[in-house]
């Protein structure tokens, strides 16, 4: 069984198992299924670059993952990420090293993050700290010595969105199942806000109403007049 955590104040995990856990994300399950039919070197990449560390495997072994990418990483070097292979082959791949690098869905248009060398992919002066925490919303402290990606190893859903010094920025997809946000150099905070569609929606929906229901009280008092 594999653990993964979605970042829930309560430190929740997630298990890359659809029918174990119904909350787990499609890719998470997808993923799972793939890892149990590779070997056990290319399970710990896999498990290395999702931040596991742990798994067990029967009969009854319990083996510790070394080496599991931090939950927050500021990377500088960021590449596409394959859209003909899976995403177990993807990352097990022994060539992709997550601690220096991040492999982003749909890269937006005027990369501002340097595609350099892996080894010189970090910097001893880039940092990130995670400042405040609630379910659906983080604040992040970032000091980058130059342009990079923010990756966060919690689950990616469509409604969270992102504020870099209170302005909207993107939130990209990070290897297929985590969040990335890009960050200019210098000391900034990142604010990760969970708004769905559905709640914007039914909001107005509900402000509509309210209004609709406020117009027709005062027609009917201008009528009763």
Same mark, same amino acid.
């Given at each position: 069984?594999?653990?993964?955590?979605?970042?829930?104040?309560?430190?929740?995990?997630?298990?890359?198992?659809?029918?174990?856990?119904?909350?787990?994300?499609?890719?998470?399950?997808?993923?799972g299924?793939?890892?149990?039919?590779?070997?056990?070197?290319?399970?710990?990449?896999?498990?290395?670059?999702?931040?596991?560390?742990?798994?067990?495997?029967?009969?009854?072994? +319990?083996?510790?993952?070394? @080496?599991? !990418?931090? #939950?927050?990483?500021?990377?500088?070097? *960021?590449?596409?990420?394959p %859209?003909? $292979?899976?995403?177990?082959?993807?990352?097990?791949?022994?060539?992709?090293?997550?601690?220096?690098?991040?492999?982003?869905?749909?890269?937006?248009?005027?990369?501002?993050?340097?595609?350099?060398?892996?080894?010189?992919?970090r910097?001893?002066?880039?940092?990130?700290?995670?400042?405040?925490?609630?379910?659906?919303?983080?604040?992040?402290?970032?000091?980058?010595?130059r342009?990079?990606?923010?990756?966060?190893?919690?689950?990616?859903?469509?409604?969270?969105?992102?504020? +870099?010094?209170?302005?909207? @920025?993107? !939130?990209? #997809?990070?290897?297929?199942l985590?969040? *990335?946000?890009?960050?200019? %150099?210098? $000391?900034?905070?990142?604010?990760?806000?969970?708004?769905?569609?559905?709640?914007?929606?039914?909001?107005?929906?509900?402000?509509?109403?309210?209004?609709?229901?406020?117009?027709?009280?005062?027609?009917?008092?201008?009528?009763?007049?």
């Open positions: 069984m594999y653990a993964l955590w979605t970042g829930h104040a309560e430190r929740v995990p997630t298990v890359l198992d659809g029918a174990a856990d119904r909350m787990d994300l499609k890719q998470g399950a997808d993923l299924r793939a890892v149990e039919a590779l070997p056990l070197a290319a399970r710990v990449r896999i498990l290395q670059a999702c931040r596991v560390e742990g798994f067990s495997r029967p009969p009854l072994r +319990v083996y510790r993952v070394l @080496s599991a !990418v931090p #939950r927050l990483r500021l990377v500088r070097v *960021a590449r596409p990420l %859209a003909d $292979r899976g995403l177990a082959d993807i990352l097990s791949d022994p060539g992709y090293d997550p601690r220096s690098a991040v492999l982003i869905e749909n890269p937006p248009a005027g990369d501002a993050a340097p595609h350099e060398d892996a080894m010189t992919a910097a001893a002066e880039d940092q990130a700290t995670m400042l405040t925490e609630t379910p659906e919303r983080l604040t992040i402290g970032v000091h980058a010595a342009p990079a990606y923010l990756v966060l190893a919690d689950a990616f859903a469509p409604g969270w969105r992102a504020l +870099v010094d209170g302005r909207p @920025s993107p !939130v990209l #997809r990070a290897d297929g985590f969040r *990335a946000v890009q960050v200019p %150099a210098g $000391r900034h905070d990142v604010d990760l806000i969970y708004r769905p569609a559905s709640v914007v929606e039914g909001a107005a929906l509900s402000l509509a109403g309210v209004l609709i229901a406020c117009a027709t009280g005062v027609v009917l008092m201008k009528r009763g007049r």
